[in-house]
């Protein structure tokens, strides 16, 4: 598999720790991280969480250009946010905070929104380009599973997030086709100001949609010819087994984020 295929959320396979933990203490890691980062408001915690962030990366044995791959569809969001937060509305008055500061000030707590914003999205692929689907889907239908007794539909669910998990690829490589080729048939796409490429995007979200309802359609038709109905009387092929390295490195990590909110 060449590096540059691999699209964001698409899962990368390789050999590592990290890819052969359980997707469940994988789960319990995550969220633990994401409140780490949700409580950064700082440079100095920011840098604290990135290094972090490497770290997996690396004992994931992830390439560089998977993960850069992955940061591409977050800059807008991560643009979007360091001006919204950079130029704060004030009771209905868009104007800059820099009245009570200096602009200085305004610039580092837009740079510290879109720096919490950038990590939380990082993390939060870590999970798919680590996990194979059906290991995904077998997490979070053992992470619901105790609701299920109150009648929650746990396998449901969990096929419906693994379903949408491996969409994001899909749709991210048919938006890169359709935007191609409505450029070379001379459409304005990035032409004019922001609201002129918005409206111009039009053309792209049309068929979009359409290949959506499609893919959709095809899917379901796929899982009713192969005799699908539901989680009820399923078995799995390779059944979920916690390992004591899983229980290891999932203390490890709780004891680190704690670590981590006790020195804030």
Same mark, same amino acid.
Request: aromatic share 10%; net charge positive; proline share 6%.
């Given at each position: 598999?060449?590096?540059?295929?691999?699209?964001?959320?698409?899962?990368?396979p390789?050999?590592?720790?990290? @890819?052969?933990?359980?997707?469940?203490?994988?789960?319990?890691?995550?969220?633990?991280?994401?409140?780490?980062?949700?409580s950064? @408001?700082? =440079?100095?915690?920011?840098?604290?969480?990135?290094?972090?962030?490497?770290?997996?990366?690396?004992?994931?044995?992830?390439?560089?250009?998977?993960?850069?791959?992955?940061?591409? +569809?977050?800059?807008?969001?991560?643009a979007? %946010?360091?001006?919204?937060?950079?130029?704060?509305?004030?009771?209905?008055?868009?104007?800059?905070?820099?009245?009570?500061?200096?602009?200085?000030?305004?610039?580092?707590?837009?740079?510290?929104?879109?720096?919490?914003?950038?990590?939380?999205m990082?993390?939060?692929v870590?999970? =798919?380009?680590? %996990?194979? +689907?059906?290991?995904?889907?077998?997490?979070f239908?053992?992470?619901?599973? =105790?609701?299920?007794?109150?009648?929650?539909?746990? @396998?449901?669910?969990?096929?419906?997030?693994?379903?949408?998990?491996?969409?994001?690829?899909?749709?991210?490589?048919?938006?890169?086709?359709?935007?191609?080729?409505?450029?070379?048939?001379?459409? +304005?796409?990035?032409?004019g100001?922001?609201?002129?490429?918005?409206?111009?995007f039009?053309?792209?979200?049309?068929?979009?949609?359409?290949?959506?309802?499609?893919?959709?359609?095809?899917?379901?038709?796929?899982?009713?010819?192969?005799?699908?109905?539901?989680?009820?009387?399923? %078995?799995?092929? @390779?059944?979920?087994?916690?390992?004591?390295?899983?229980?290891?490195?999932?203390?490890?990590?709780?004891?680190?984020?704690?670590?981590?909110?006790?020195?804030?």
């Amino acid at each position: 598999m060449a590096f540059a295929s691999v699209s964001m959320g698409q899962y990368f396979p390789v050999k590592s720790f990290v @890819h052969s933990m359980d997707p469940r203490a994988k789960m319990v890691s995550l969220a633990a991280v994401i409140a780490a980062v949700f409580s950064s @408001h700082d =440079p100095a915690s920011l840098a604290v969480c990135a290094a972090a962030f490497i770290g997996a990366a690396a004992l994931a044995r992830l390439p560089v250009s998977v993960v850069l791959r992955s940061c591409r +569809p977050i800059l807008f969001l991560a643009a979007l %946010t360091f001006v919204l937060n950079a130029c704060t509305p004030l009771w209905g008055d868009w104007e800059p905070t820099v009245g009570g500061g200096s602009f200085a000030a305004a610039l580092m707590t837009g740079g510290v929104a879109a720096a919490r914003l950038t990590l939380l999205m990082l993390f939060a692929v870590l999970l =798919p380009l680590t %996990t194979s +689907p059906l290991s995904l889907a077998d997490g979070f239908e053992a992470a619901f599973s =105790p609701f299920a007794r109150l009648g929650f539909p746990a @396998h449901e669910c969990a096929m419906m997030i693994t379903v949408a998990l491996r969409f994001i690829p899909l749709l991210t490589d048919e938006t890169d086709r359709i935007t191609k080729a409505q450029l070379s048939r001379g459409a +304005p796409l990035d032409q004019g100001n922001f609201v002129r490429r918005m409206l111009s995007f039009f053309p792209v979200l049309i068929p979009l949609f359409v290949i959506i309802f499609r893919r959709a359609d095809e899917l379901a038709a796929a899982m009713e010819a192969r005799g699908y109905s539901g989680g009820k009387g399923r %078995t799995r092929l @390779h059944p979920l087994a916690w390992k004591k390295s899983d229980a290891r490195a999932t203390i490890f990590v709780l004891a680190a984020v704690a670590a981590f909110l006790f020195w804030k």
